[in-house]
């Protein structure tokens, strides 16, 4: 992931990635991932390139990168922590794992810490219910956090 690359690096790139995927049946997706994987987040100069390439409009693209929440319109942290934000972990003391994790941190969900470090994101439900509350660390799921294992979780990112 490079996060600071020339803007005619990103539209180079996205031609790139755009002519290697756009043969898959349904490829946007598949090609809004892999920009993502390789950018940090979909950077804004990517979507008319997409757009023109897939015989879209810039609308359609917009739509799509909007309406999924895991694609980004800004880069993260070097670490993304998720906190489930569903009933079930909300039922287990999730609000106060997450009120914990924020002043930890001293950020609040959709920021970045100022070290560029940690991006704390709510996330609607982990598939994790039965081990409530339930976090995310970089793709790594773990359960039943408490304001304990929270810190460790936060250590563990700032290292």
Known sequence: MNVHVAGSDVGTRTLAIVGALKGLE??????????????????????????????????????????????????????????????????????????????????????TTLDGTVTLEPVYCLGLCSCAPAAMLDGEVHGRIDAELAGELIAEARR
């Open 26 to 111: 349904g490829p946007l997706l598949p090609i809004l991932h892999e920009i993502q994987a390789e950018f940090g987040y979909v950077p804004q100069e990517c979507l008319p390139v997409i757009a023109r390439e897939l015989n879209l409009s810039r609308a359609e693209v917009h739509g799509v990168v909007s309406f999924y929440h895991d694609y980004r319109d800004h880069p993260t942290g070097r670490h993304v922590l998720k906190l489930c934000r569903a009933e079930a972990c909300q039922s287990m003391g999730g609000d106060a794992v997450a009120e914990r994790v924020k002043a930890l941190l001293g950020i609040d969900f959709h920021q």
